[in-house]
């Protein structure tokens, strides 16, 4: 039954003239906003650090949830934000204009990639975006969309340029990594932002990762509440540095 649902939202938003579902989804973010609540509990623990100057990095700002989380625990943080996806970056722009909005993908080295966005009718699906062309094109089919017609589905391709964590020559106090499985790259350009023990927070870190994490001496915590525990967390796993951290793990560690 959602899923039936789901495609005839699909189907009728792609009437309605929109380069992106942002606003949609925006207000589905909305009530959380209201509240001053982060978009996912795991942010909680940083509750305990509002007040600090802190610079916060933000790779792969998506809709703006992240900036919106960090926001509201943390008040008035100073935040960079990294969105590959020319779309997203141009709308997240008109909605953070005091946020500084960087418009490329991080990785391992320089580059450049293709960007493939799937679009059917008006809207383009900015979520489904992919370096993969096939699987960009895979989302747009009649299991996706009622009444599905060939000719109104499309993809969008963009050139995108690709630096790295330290070319940004930044020193962020938090950064905050969810790339779709492009972490371990993005890190693998970070040696020097990664010395300087931020508290870094990534979306389900594969082992791949914990070990590189520990070799800058990270530890992995999850939140539990407004707690941590440490241990890997369920979906995002908040990394420590237990000498450059150790007042906030005192505050907040809940021991096992």
């Avoid at 940004?168 to 106090?173: M, N, Q, S, T, V």
């Avoid at 800058?216 to 539990?224: H, I, L, Q, T």
Wanted: glycine fraction near 8%; include cysteine.
């Amino acid at each position: 039954m959602r899923s039936y649902a789901a495609k005839w939202y699909r189907t009728l938003a792609s009437y309605f003239p929109s380069k992106s579902l942002l606003t949609a989804r925006r207000l589905k973010d909305s009530p959380l906003r209201c509240f001053g609540l982060p978009h996912e509990s795991d942010f909680l623990p940083l509750k305990e650090l509002r007040g600090q100057d802190l610079l916060i990095v933000d790779v792969g700002a998506n809709r703006g949830q992240s900036i919106d989380s960090f926001t509201s625990v943390l008040g008035d943080a100073r935040i960079t934000s990294i969105e590959p996806n020319p779309i997203l970056a141009q709308a997240l722009r008109k909605h953070y204009p005091t946020i500084d909005i960087h418009n490329l993908a991080l990785g391992a080295k320089p580059d450049a990639l293709t960007l493939h966005v799937p679009r059917y009718g008006y809207t383009y699906w900015d979520t489904r975006a992919s370096l993969d062309n096939d699987f960009a094109s895979s989302f747009l089919g009649p299991h996706n969309f009622m009444f599905f017609r060939e000719e109104r589905a499309g993809l969008e391709s963009f050139d995108v340029p690709v630096g790295t964590l330290d070319e940004l020559a930044l020193a962020p106090d938090i950064l905050k990594i969810d790339a779709e499985g492009y972490e371990y790259e993005i890190l693998l350009g970070g040696h020097q932002t990664l010395s300087g023990a931020p508290i870094v927070i990534i979306e389900k870190p594969g082992p791949d990762i914990i070990k590189y994490m520990e070799k800058y001496g990270f530890d992995p915590y999850s939140a539990v509440g407004s707690k941590l525990i440490q241990r890997t967390g369920k979906l995002n796993t908040i990394f420590l540095h237990p000498a450059k951290h150790r007042k906030f793990i005192a505050t907040v560690l809940v021991e096992l």
